[in-house]
């Protein structure tokens, strides 16, 4: 103990007599260990961390499959899941979820769009989580007749009900429905991602369409089953289902899977993995910063270790001394990060556009803490233990006059191999880095088939409260676009649904006729349901026949318009004679065929997924509950300015059909793409913080080895040697390792680009810009940051040179 | 012999935060072609400035100093560094042999300043490693030489490209008596030979190898000027 505190006083003393550099090794910790606790409690929360249920790791998803479709993680319809939850011998309490929006009316109070999910009256007792105020459903809650019921998130209680303590027991009306509000869910909990309400089904399995696959299942594994085990079990008693009812279910099971699964899909975990790496680069670059400067330390500090070797301290103990010093530079610049982490993390928050799902958690907690603790220690042991040992081996020759130590050979060799990883893996960020960022700019630029900048688009739940019916919804979708467009700024209004590029979508199996396919090879297609100035709105001209009457005329008739793709496809070479031609939307016969009318230019329904074609119905004949309205403004007039007339003129027509999401069309694009824009700036920040850190330490092993090496640049003057030569020897060094740098990146790139084609969108994993440009903008930074020190050695004095040896 | 080296009321001074540090006062010197010169003085007294000036290391002094005929004086930076590559070798009390760089590979580099072309280099390297006797030791590095092994090849570093005139700083400052007595042997072979040799010194012993001693205390040269003038005359202030 007594030791341990003598290495810490003389550790600290050490430190505190070498400021500047004692300064410059904290803040590239703090730096390091700053981006990674920041971006570590994101990406622990995606792909580690425990979720926040009670005993999460026997929480399981169970989910609809279709093999021959690739689909691992789909829905299940209610009979399918009661025949699962009766017949498995491996789950505890199989519950289902369907993600859903309601419309909630109080008194006095326009309509509110909630975010919520239909639920099994047992989902929350599957997931351990109880309501902190009033009580869970019960069951037969989840039946007709017993769902008149509902569950408050905490925030939703006490922003819209001021956390009123009365609210159990409280009617709200849901959807035009009125429902008793049973209790409040705890603080933080949104399930499934960023709900806020939770109604039960109100359905009997036994009479429920087994065609309908609404929901998800959610699980508990009985104690001593393993997930393979119940996977197997539920696979075996789907097949038997879909034995016995092959109408509906041929091609189709069901599987057990982490229910991680469903809340992330691959793609995002893919990407948390690749920022995760990215900040360990980042930590990576730091600590071998660090552990250059300690080498650098090193050479001032052969004479003391060799007095204290001739002292009698053994090798172990100068270690240990040596450590101390580094693991005392470590936790300070852990604590450092940490402040630094927390910034970050409000960063982050102001980059990120809409709600993170609740089990996101941007905050320091235990984990991250731990998380940084072991950061913070083991780039301690990192940066330090390499010096460290180099140091202990100081022998005697040091405290000889004029003789240099044994090892700088070595410790040359090892800084230099510090420096050229530092630049690889700079290098490498660099290259991730700009390949995201050029990807997002491609998805960003992407031609989406219509100029989307003078559109301004708000979604609505036509479900008017208490009477809701086709007609009223089709009187609706009349009087809210007349009135919009009679707006001076609107040069047209209409209705749409699924609102092309906010990633909603709404893909159907089509049969043409005349065109036969074996059953389940029919090609899917995006159903949009439109009002007739859809077109117009969206500056859509006709490419042949007719686009929608615009009095009304086609709203119930069976007629579509569809896309040149389409077209194309069925009637080659053009699809001009498509007109006439007729198609049927899914795969049962019910829905009758539909003739076409037009043929208009193919728009992109997505900025990410691939293009397809579209078919477009009128509102009449799929009038959907929930629409987007989509005004055109007249040209030099902001769309967003035209938001509150938007407003307003829906709360003229009927102040109970909420509007929400009320956002330009450009905006649409960027919230849909946030995502790849947030994690290229991510890595666009830590491959720039990277980039400095690799400069630094060019510039840092340089400078030393210049300041090492005075005596040799005197004596090289003193035999001839010009300012040329002298510059010729330093840059030497420096262009050799900035080569090799370059060499261990560009392949390190490489290795990675194919990995990085699974999360690229529209620009090669060998990007010219990529792995030209940035290599050769990293060299010259580099060059650069050994110019200035090889300069330096230029001007040296020989004799002053000469005379300190 | 013809002269090789005049200096003509040279002085350097040093400023201080304690004011002027004069370091050599009025040195006027003929030193002629072939001379073997010793120069010596106590610790102070400006010997090794003296013998920096003389090659070009240090250019802050005020005088007049002309080297076989040129008026060193007069050159800029860049001239004086060419003088002295083609004039000049040096050898050093520590050898200040490039630690990094083995016996074969040192004596090349004097020669790698003056553009001398490397199958010219590869036998003037050859030559005087056989002269030297050093031919076993040519890819041993400085460290793995002796005292005596290392100021050997600093010497045969100082004399391959061929110069005028030896400037040599205490050679044989960190050699034990024998060693130090082959490298003045060395020395006056040399010097037969027909380099000019400088030399600055303690010991009585290597100042007998030489045929001319200049002694210099506090800066001035022995017996000039009379000791009443050293603390009256004005001096003119050294320019860089």
Same mark, same amino acid.
């Given at each position: ?155 939703? !209680? ?39 309400? !939770? ?143 927390? &910034? ?14 609740? &089990? ?28 460290? +040992? ?202 009758? &065929? ?34 987007? +309205? ?43 793409? !946030? ?13 720039? +913080? ?45 262009? &050799? ?49 050994? !110019? ?18 | ?19 002027? =540090? ?26 090794? =400035? ?13 005088? %007049? ?39 074969? @590979? ?63 700083? %205490?050679? =044989? ?11 003045? %042997? ?17 010991? @009585? ?36």
């Amino acid at each position: 103990m007594d030791i341990l505190r003598q290495d810490l006083t003389f550790a600290v003393r050490t430190l505190l007599a070498n400021r500047l550099a004692t300064s410059i090794a904290i803040l590239c910790i703090a730096i390091g260990i700053g981006v990674n606790t920041a971006t570590f409690s994101m990406v622990d929360s995606i792909l580690f961390a425990p979720l926040p249920f009670r005993d999460p790791a026997r929480v399981v998803g169970v989910f609809g499959v279709q093999p021959r479709l690739g689909v691992r993680h789909g829905a299940l319809s209610h009979p399918d899941l009661a025949d699962i939850r009766a017949r498995n011998r491996t789950l505890d309490g199989l519950a289902m979820f369907a993600q859903d929006a309601f419309s909630v009316a109080d008194s006095g109070r326009d309509a509110d769009h909630i975010v919520g999910a239909e639920v099994s009256a047992n989902l929350f007792r599957v997931l351990g989580v109880s309501p902190v105020v009033g009580h869970d459903f019960l069951d037969g809650n989840d039946l007709p007749g017993g769902d008149g019921v509902v569950l408050l998130s905490h925030e939703l !209680w006490s922003d819209r009900y001021q956390a009123d303590p009365g609210i159990v027991g409280r009617t709200i009306t849901v959807n035009g429905v009125p429902r008793t509000v049973l209790g409040v869910m705890p603080a933080g909990f949104a399930f499934p991602f960023v709900q806020k309400m !939770w109604v039960p089904f109100g359905v009997n399995p036994a009479t429920a369409p087994r065609g309908d696959r609404i929901g998800v299942g959610v699980a508990r594994l009985k104690a001593g089953v393993s997930l393979t085990e119940a996977d197997a079990d539920v696979r075996a008693i789907a097949s038997r289902i879909a034995e016995t009812f092959p109408a509906v279910n041929a091609g189709r099971g069901a599987s057990v899977a982490p229910f991680r699964d469903y809340l992330s899909d691959e793609y995002t975990r893919m990407l948390a993995a690749l920022v995760e790496g990215a900040v360990a680069f980042v930590l990576l670059i730091a600590c071998a910063n660090v552990a250059n400067l300690s080498l650098t330390r090193a050479l001032a500090r052969e004479r003391e270790i060799a007095v204290r070797s001739a002292l009698g301290a053994s090798r172990l103990r100068i270690v240990r001394q040596l450590l101390t010093e580094n693991l005392v530079t470590a936790v300070a610049g852990g604590l450092l990060g940490l402040l630094l982490a927390t &910034w970050g993390m409000e960063a982050m928050r102001a980059l990120i556009p809409v709600e993170l799902p609740f &089990w996101i958690r941007l905050e320091i907690n235990g984990r991250v803490l731990a998380f940084t603790t072991a950061a913070t220690l083991l780039s301690g042991l990192a940066f330090g233990l390499v010096p460290a +040992l180099q140091l202990s081996s100081a022998s005697g020759e040091a405290l000889k006059d004029g003789t240099r130590g044994s090892s700088s050979g070595a410790r040359g060799r090892i800084r230099n191999g510090f420096v050229v990883t530092q630049l690889g893996l700079s290098l490498v960020l660099l290259i991730v880095a700009t390949l995201m960022v050029r990807g997002f700019l491609s998805l960003q630029q992407r031609d989406v088939g219509y100029a989307p900048a003078p559109l301004l688009a708000a979604q609505l739940v036509i479900r008017a409260q208490g009477r809701d019916s086709i007609p009223q919804r089709l009187s609706y979708a009349r009087r809210i676009t007349e009135r919009l467009a009679a707006t001076p700024e609107v040069v047209s209004a209409a209705l749409v649904d699924p609102l092309p590029l906010s990633g909603n979508g709404n893909s159907v199996r089509v049969v043409v006729d005349g065109h036969p396919v074996p059953r389940g090879d029919e090609p899917s297609v995006s159903s949009l349901s439109v009002t007739d100035r859809f077109f117009d709105t969206y500056a859509l001209r006709p490419l042949s026949g007719r686009v929608f009457d615009p009095r009304g005329r086609d709203d119930s008739l069976p007629v579509a318009v569809v896309s040149e793709r389409f077209a194309r496809q069925y009637w080659p070479p053009s699809g001009r004679d498509a007109i006439g031609g007729r198609f049927r939307l899914g795969l049962d016969s019910a829905g009758g &065929w539909l003739t076409i009318v037009g043929v208009v230019p193919t728009i992109r329904m997505d900025m990410v997924d691939a293009p397809d074609a579209q078919v477009y119905l009128p509102y009449g004949l799929a009038p959907r509950a929930q629409m987007a +309205l989509v005004a055109r403004v007249a040209p030099g007039v902001d769309p967003h300015a035209l938001a509150p007339a938007l407003r307003s003129a829906a709360r003229a027509v009927d102040p109970l059909v909420p509007v929400f999401d009320v956002y330009s069309v450009p905006d649409v694009i960027s919230r849909r793409i !946030w995502g790849f824009r947030f994690v290229g700036q991510l890595l666009g920040a830590f491959a720039a +913080l990277a980039f400095v850190l690799a400069a630094i330490g060019v510039y840092g092993v340089i400078a030393f080895s210049v300041a090492q090496r005075t005596r040799e640049v005197g004596v090289r003057i003193a035999l001839g040697a010009r300012p040329a030569d002298v510059l010729r020897l330093v840059m030497r060094q420096g262009v &050799w390792l900035v080569c090799a740098g370059l060499a261990v990146g560009v392949a390190g790139a490489g290795a990675l680009s194919r990995l990085m084609t699974l999360v690229l969108f529209g620009v090669s994993p060998a990007d010219a810009v990529a792995f030209v440009a940035i290599p050769l903008a990293l060299a010259a930074v580099a060059l650069f940051a050994s !110019w200035v020190p090889a300069r330096r050695a230029t001007l040296v004095n020989p004799v002053e040179a000469l005379r300190h040896e | 012999m013809s002269e090789l080296i005049r200096l003509v009321g040279l002085e350097r001074a040093y400023d201080t935060p304690a004011g002027r =540090t004069w370091v050599l006062r009025r040195i006027t010197l003929d030193i002629a072609g072939g001379d073997f010169v010793t120069i010596m003085g106590p610790s102070g007294a400006g010997k090794s =400035t003296l013998l920096s000036i003389l090659g070009m290391l240090d250019h802050a002094w005020t005088g %007049e100093y002309w080297l076989h005929g040129e008026a060193v004086h007069r050159m800029g930076h860049k001239d004086r560094v060419a003088l002295n590559k083609k004039h000049v070798g040096f050898v050093f009390q520590q050898y200040h042999l490039i630690d990094d760089l083995t016996v074969a @590979e040192n004596l090349d580099v004097p020669l790698s300043y003056r553009d001398v072309r490397k199958h010219e280099r590869q036998a003037m390297v050859a030559d005087v490693l056989d002269r030297f006797h050093i031919v076993g030791k040519k890819d041993l590095f400085p460290s793995q030489l002796s005292g005596g092994q290392q100021q050997l090849v600093a010497v045969a570093r100082a004399i391959i490209a061929k110069p005028a005139v030896i400037l040599a700083d %205490e050679p =044989t400052g960190n050699l034990h008596s024998t060693q130090a007595r082959e490298i003045m %042997e060395l020395f006056r072979t040399l010097n037969r030979q027909g380099t000019t040799i400088v030399q600055v010194t303690h010991s @009585e012993e290597n100042a007998k190898f030489g045929n001319r001693i200049i002694r210099l205390a506090d800066g001035w040269l022995e017996g000039t000027p009379p000791a009443a003038a050293r603390t009256s005359t004005p001096a003119p202030t050294p320019t860089a």
